[in-house]
């Protein structure tokens, strides 16, 4: 970041703008990159929370005039104050930038600002006016300058994107405020469409997304965050209630096929939206069904599996192919692909359990069962080993959870899960932890497997030791170290590692060109999707490692427009979108500590369970949706937090 001119981010004021060199002060609450893109300086910000001004020459004036005008523009028009107000301000700010106000013109616009700031329902005119504020009050000569001459100011380079606190944080870029507005509005069939303009698993993501929007929700400083995964699925389980069925508006047809290896998160996703942009995609994958690790690895109770299914078909109609049993590198290799397409997107995901690294783990012993595969077979309907009655999981995860949780729903009486830190640092969603407690999972914390005990190849328990939690690592979580003598032993039939997954790219030949990490992933262009090899783009897990199915969405879909801008012949880079995503995520669109000076006290609408002894013999979804006035209500609390940034390049 370069050196700060002038900041009044979050009322932090820092202004060197008379100071000594030596003497000058950077804020300690905004971190702002030097570039915007690749020769694209960044002179200074205005936005939600002030003005962050890099270099002195920026003309202040035209530059409030310029994000008046962003802001006027993305109003919507729902209030008074900031339909006409903005507008009002936006002109007089444009007059006098163009050498046409008077002095009574600044003045006005301090008055009409302030009282769109105070009037305004939402966040558009609450937060659009403050910077044009802070720039009357701190630059008052520049503004006293320009109404007093006649003559245009010099013009500069500026763009502006819009955010909100949960946008910024959703790896899929969905638009919240406008489809849990139009919930609100009974607007479902809008909100949908919202919705799929992002994603094309609605009903999916409203079930199983680890939601980072509502740890981003500004209603949270009030009371409680906006349910919004489950309005996401209120959205999607209307349409099939009222048994509608959406009409996908694709592309005028560009010929240009593409082969997309794998049918899961990643690979739907971007096939759906290069399908949309009217090309030919034909996904290869190796199961006999759709929806990779959603599919084979998140129990029917969780998601069920027509709900996937239905979205897959709808995948399908947008025109495109998928071809099930295919496993690339057997039946049809890399090479073979980019001779008969036009570019080639590999999505596949971490189907392969990590190894635990104890005694006894290469032995083969019946009841030792990853657990990837514990929950492939499951899927499939199989009790994966039905001699066994006892459980015991190791793990932290979500994967972990799906064990110990699917274990009764099979029929398992005894189900443990062992975990070396506390419940504190476990990865999983909280929200399943506590759904496992209530089914009364037994866990262990502060403890870890030390070695496999069997008789006659069979498993018949596990020792484990005691741990402690030491100093913190990589991850930032306290190392677990093991306390020595305090080693004990939990009597087992089934033992199921699930302390982590890996990507299985043994498809990939040397011939194909495709770099690997020192992880074994893709060596992909974060920015571009593009693997070493031209024409080959791939993301998902087979880049990041294991992770979460809504950032899979979002890279696929990301990756698509790579690939489109690949087919047209275009430079393959990232997205003003993307750009303006990341200087977002630097500076920090949510601030915890905000206080919103308005009245809370309105708990959001949580979904019906069934009782935890009645759902833990079963496998029927557990959660029930949203009654319409359950929905509607709920998205009637979101404040509609949207935010403009407007950046000065050069």
């Not at 008379?18 to 002060?25: C, F, H, I, P, Y």
């Not at 915007?36 to 003005?51: C, L, S, T, V, Y």
């Not at 009037?119 to 006016?129: R, V, W």
Request: charged letters at 30%.
């Amino acid at each position: 970041m370069e050196n700060i001119v002038f900041s009044s981010w979050q009322e932090e004021l820092i202004d060197n703008r008379t100071v000594a060199e030596q003497d000058r002060r950077q804020p300690g609450n905004v971190k702002l990159p030097a570039e915007f893109r690749p020769g694209e300086r960044i002179k200074a910000f205005m936005g939600w929370d002030g003005i962050v001004l890099c270099d002195p020459d920026v003309d202040i004036v035209e530059m409030s005039a310029r994000y008046a005008e962003a802001v006027q523009s993305e109003s919507c028009g729902k209030c008074f104050p900031c339909r006409v107000g903005t507008r009002l301000v936006s002109d007089w700010l444009g007059k006098i930038a163009s050498g046409e106000g008077r002095a009574e013109d600044v003045t006005r616009i301090g008055e009409l600002a302030s009282r769109i700031r105070e009037g305004s329902k939402c966040s558009i005119g609450q937060t659009g006016m403050k910077p044009v504020l802070h720039a009357l009050k701190y630059f008052p000569q520049a503004f006293a300058d320009a109404a007093a001459k006649r003559g245009k100011s010099p013009e500069g380079r500026y763009r502006y994107s819009v955010t909100a606190p949960c946008v910024s944080v959703c790896p899929s870029s969905l638009d919240i405020p406008t489809y849990v507005e139009e919930i609100g509005e009974q607007r479902f069939a809008e909100s949908l469409a919202t919705i799929r303009q992002s994603i094309c698993m609605a009903g999916t993501l409203g079930r199983v997304c680890i939601r980072p929007c509502e740890s981003n929700c500004r209603r949270a400083n009030l009371d409680e965050s906006i349910s919004i995964k489950n309005l996401k699925r209120f959205a999607a389980d209307y349409e099939i209630e009222k048994n509608r069925h959406p009409r996908n508006a694709a592309g005028k047809r560009t010929g240009r096929k593409v082969a997309v290896i794998g049918a899961g998160p990643a690979g739907l996703s971007c096939a759906y939206n290069l399908a949309l942009k009217g090309h030919q995609p034909t996904v290869f994958e190796k199961l006999p069904e759709p929806g990779g690790m959603a599919a084979v690895g998140i129990p029917d109770f969780r998601l069920p599996r027509q709900i996937l299914r239905r979205e897959v078909d709808i995948v399908k109609e947008a025109g495109v192919e998928i071809r099930y049993g295919v496993e690339v590198g057997k039946e049809i290799t890399i090479a073979d692909l980019r001779k008969d397409y036009a570019a080639v997107f590999i999505g596949v995901g971490a189907h392969d359990s990590m190894p635990m690294g104890v005694e006894g783990e290469e032995m083969g012993y019946q009841g030792f069962i990853p657990g990837v595969r514990y929950l492939l077979d499951i899927s499939q309907g199989k009790d994966p080993y039905p001699e066994g009655k006892k459980v015991v999981v190791v793990g932290g995860g979500n994967v972990a959870i799906d064990c110990v949780r699917s274990s009764f729903r099979i029929g398992k009486e005894d189900v443990n899960l062992v975990y070396r830190r506390t419940i504190v640092e476990m990865p999983a969603d909280p929200v399943e932890i506590h759904d496992a407690e209530e089914e009364k999972v037994n866990f262990h914390y502060l403890c870890n497997p030390a070695k496999i005990l069997s008789r006659e190849g069979r498993v018949v328990g596990v020792e484990c030791i005691r741990m402690e939690l030491g100093e913190p690592d990589k991850s930032g979580r306290r190392r677990p170290v093991p306390v020595a003598g305090s080693e004990f032993v939990i009597e087992t039939d089934i033992l199921i590692p699930a302390i982590g997954q890996k990507v299985n790219l043994s498809f990939l030949r040397e011939e194909d060109g495709i770099k690997l990490t020192k992880w074994n992933t893709i060596d992909a262009d974060p920015d571009t999707f593009a693997t070493s090899q031209e024409g080959v783009f791939a993301s998902g897990d087979c880049v990041t490692g294991p992770d979460v199915l809504v950032r899979a969405t979002g890279t696929g879909k990301r990756a698509a427009e790579k690939i489109d801008l690949y087919l047209a012949g275009g430079k393959v880079e990232a997205s003003i979108d993307e750009n303006f995503k990341s200087l977002f995520s630097q500076l920090g669109v949510y601030n915890k500590k905000e206080q919103l000076g308005a009245i809370g006290g309105l708990k959001r609408a949580e979904l019906p369970m069934l009782e935890p002894e009645e759902r833990k013999r079963s496998f029927d979804e557990v959660e029930a949706g949203y009654k319409i006035n359950e929905a509607t209500d709920e998205a009637e609390r979101c404040l509609r937090c949207y935010r403009i940034g407007m950046i000065a390049i050069g």
